[in-house]
């Protein structure tokens, strides 16, 4: 089951365990690319601690698994759980 909150710290630390990098921006948009297939991830702003909209967090759940780099949106949801459980 997916977690109702994860902060951007969090997702941004499983982006970059899963090969993203954080791309410049002129916005103030987060963007962050994985070369490897192509994938781009789109954010609002925000930062640390502050938290990631559920519908923000089902997306990149959904692009996650659309693009092969995770199996399926449990093993998403595992990754976080893992996060959290480190903090």
């Given at each position: 089951m997916m977690t109702k909150s994860?902060?951007?710290a969090k997702l941004e630390s499983i982006?970059?365990?899963l090969g993203f990098v954080s791309q410049a921006t002129t916005g103030s948009q987060r963007v962050f690319h994985h070369a490897e297939t192509d994938t781009l991830i789109v954010l609002?702003?925000?930062s640390g601690d502050d938290t990631i909209d559920a519908i923000h967090l089902i997306a990149v759940r959904r692009m996650l698994v659309e693009?092969?780099?995770v199996a399926d949106a449990d093993a998403f949801?595992?990754?976080v759980s893992a996060g959290l459980q480190h903090a």
């Open positions: 994860l902060s951007y982006l970059f365990d609002p702003p925000g693009r092969g780099l949801d595992a990754l």
